[in-house]
């Protein structure tokens, strides 16, 4: 996969005709996988390239000063689902003071068009874009023809009943729901971390954890304890992870901790990643630490005994 990052879409030649998607794509979720597919298809038929535009930062970011958004994946992470997925060409466009300020026609004409020289467009089913959401499909219809380039639009993905949408996806993490947003995204939610020194409170209780240094960007479920997946040096463990307060120790900072079954080794410095596979349960603040051991042993019994 082609990447062309802010400043180099300026300089991108336009050569290869493009079959195109935008948006944030965070999480890549079902819905986007869709359009996706839709691309590829659209392309092989038309002689196109694949492509997908998004934006740094998030617009929410940049237009709510006081804005709690996390997200679901990273930049890094949106770009290897992408390659994954076979997208050819991966645009990253600057979400700057000049670039928000575009009109929904302007960023048509002047990005779409004029700079990326875009043969087939292909949208969502509620995509709104430009200054002001003065862009949607109405408009996007309407300059396909004057701009001559084919317009596509999906129909939305829908999972228990529910629209797919990045959103509804982070109000289920949120909510400790991690099945129903596995199912909504398609693969196992993960989160990225360097392991730092803690407390070490874990290894007084037979139980030594990862204290993990997580992106502040980065969306972390509801706070309770979670069956995960461990990715350590290439290889694939049992885990289980606390995320919270530790209330029984009355630990006023929040931490990200991971236990990871039968495995001994140090590895302060290093980034692991952990794939969500279930919840277990709240936090619990326990009379003693005795009362949290019993807790942790019943916890590690479940999670070596849960389905991979």
């Known amino acids: 996969m082609d990447i062309y990052r802010y400043k180099d879409l300026d300089r991108y030649d336009g050569r290869d005709p493009l079959a195109l998607s935008l948006g944030m794509f965070d999480g890549v979720h079902l819905g986007h996988r869709y359009i996706v597919e839709t691309l590829k298809s659209l392309a092989k038929s038309s002689g196109q390239k694949t492509a997908i535009l998004t934006f740094w930062p998030h617009p929410r970011m940049v237009f709510e000063s006081a804005s709690t958004l996390r997200l679901l994946s990273s ?16 645009f990253i466009q600057s979400f700057d003071e000049s670039f928000r300020n575009l009109t929904g026609e302007e960023f048509v004409k002047k990005i779409l068009v004029d700079r990326l020289k875009v043969r087939t467009l292909v949208v969502g089913y509620d995509h709104v874009f430009g200054k002001n959401k ?13 701009y001559d380039f084919a317009l596509v639009q999906t129909d939305p993905v829908s999972v ?13 993490l949120q909510e400790g729901r991690i099945a129903e947003a596995n199912a909504m995204l398609g693969y196992f939610y993960s989160i990225t971390g360097e392991v730092v020194h803690g407390r070490k409170l874990g290894r007084t209780l037979g139980y030594p954890t990862a204290n993990l240094k997580v992106d ?14 461990v990715e350590v040096e290439g290889h694939t463990y049992r885990g289980m992870m606390s995320i919270g307060v530790n209330p029984t120790f009355e630990d006023a900072e929040h931490s990200v901790e991971v236990y990871v079954l039968n495995f001994e080794k140090e590895i302060y ?11 277990l349960h709240e936090e619990i603040k326990f009379e003693s630490a005795e009362k949290l051991k019993q807790k942790l042993d019943e916890d590690r019994k479940i999670t070596a005994e849960f389905g991979f």
Do not use: D, M, W
């Open 160 to 172: 228990g009943g529910r629209n797919v949408s990045s959103t509804e996806i982070r109000k289920i």
């Open 216 to 229: 502040s960007h980065v969306l972390l479920p509801k706070n309770g304890a979670y069956i995960v997946e």
């Open 269 to 279: 410095g290093e980034k692991i990643k952990v794939r969500f596979r279930e919840f």
């Open 75 to 90: 930049l890094e992470e949106k770009e290897e689902i992408l390659r994954l997925l076979g997208v050819e060409k991966f």
């Open 134 to 146: 003065s862009g949607n499909f109405a408009l996007l219809k309407k300059l396909s023809k004057l």
